[in-house]
């Protein structure tokens, strides 16, 4: 639902309530009928943040770039909004409030990391990435019977749209995120920020024009919001390639210049050329074992969790995620992250 007043046209891609509102009802604290809490009340004061968790999650999720930091995020976010409750007095949305506290614990991890992307030459330049799986996305969605839902699309959680946000310093992304991803007006965002418009429209035109430098001006697969029939088509040829071990079938599906990044090893291999080492080592006579892959989603593109049977052992291990992205019929990219993603995708560790 736009907040009062709404998000500026053309700006927004994404509708959440922003910071500033008339204060509300008595018998209402986030703009929602029936809401009404003690703040004093540590039950009702989780029970109703417990509600933004996951939206919060995603938040941090696009500062950071890291699941597992911005789990870490928003438990330190409920921990200072619980400690900092008396803070809360109900001249601004509750949610509003919760993405303020949010947005500061990450930019004082970000500055006491001092982690700082200087250049972006693919997503493998960025070894703290990991994917969000897109069946805890859907729990926002889940919510959609509310007035406060939010839909995440893939424009905004893409892998590609993620790495080139980190070369935004961390206030211009913090702007540019609740300007142009979930759509506040200027003046909601400053005060996220504690600074002016003018400083906060003078950061968000800075941050859009990196964004445009280093994306290109239409991508047409963001006219897709969800992963299409086509996109679960070649998936299916993926994995079918996969556990038949049959390089030829997995250099079909290719385009000619796809890229394999792999974040966590800092790894990028462009062009079919350059996949023979991999294909010889996962297909070939002395491979690494026998594949079972499952089909999964991840960022709102297809995925694939892959596990390997080793020579000598009787069960299938987990070993990868592999996400996709396909174009014009052929898979561009390839995004690969280890084993530890599998729990939050809900997959076993052995098959």
Request: glycine share 6%.
């Amino acid at each position: 639902m736009a907040r009062p007043g709404g998000p500026e046209p053309g700006h927004g891609l994404v509708n959440v309530p922003g910071a500033a509102a008339p204060r509300p009802d008595p018998a209402m604290v986030d703009g929602v009928a029936g809401a009404a809490i003690d703040v004093a009340d540590e039950p009702a004061f989780s029970s109703l943040a417990e509600r933004y968790r996951r939206e919060l999650h995603v938040h941090c999720y696009r500062m950071l770039a890291s699941f597992d930091e911005a789990e870490d995020a928003v438990q330190e976010t409920l921990l200072r909004a619980w400690r900092n409750r008396a803070g809360f007095d109900g001249r601004s949305l509750f949610r509003a409030w919760l993405y303020r506290i949010a947005t500061n614990v990450c930019l004082d991890l970000l500055r006491r990391r001092s982690r700082r992307l200087r250049a972006l030459d693919s997503v493998a330049d960025l070894p703290w990435l990991q994917p969000y799986p897109d069946l805890l996305l859907d729990e926002i969605v889940a919510g959609g019977d509310e007035p406060d839902a939010v839909a995440v699309d893939r424009e905004t959680i893409e892998l590609a749209v993620l790495a080139t946000m980190q070369l935004l310093p961390p206030r211009q992304r913090a702007v540019f995120i609740a300007r142009d991803l979930l759509g506040w007006p200027a003046s909601d965002t400053a005060a996220l920020l504690d600074t002016s418009v003018p400083a906060s429209n003078s950061a968000l035109q800075r941050a859009r024009a990196t964004m445009k430098d280093h994306l290109p001006a239409r991508r047409g697969d963001w006219s897709a919001r969800r992963v299409t029939a086509e996109e679960r088509d070649i998936l299916a040829r993926f994995i079918d390639a996969h556990e038949r071990c049959d390089a030829a079938a997995a250099i079909a599906i290719c385009a000619p210049g796809i890229r394999i990044a792999m974040p966590p090893d800092g790894l990028v291999f462009d062009g079919i050329a350059a996949m023979a080492p991999l294909l010889e080592r996962a297909f070939g006579p002395a491979r690494d074992g026998d594949w079972r892959l499952v089909p999964i989603e991840a960022n709102r593109m297809p995925a694939a969790a892959s596990y390997l049977r080793v020579p000598g052992d009787t069960e299938f291990r987990a070993f990868k995620v592999d996400v996709l992205r396909v174009a014009g019929g052929r898979i561009a990219e390839v995004t690969t992250f280890g084993r530890s993603r599998f729990p939050g995708f809900g997959l076993p560790p052995v098959l």
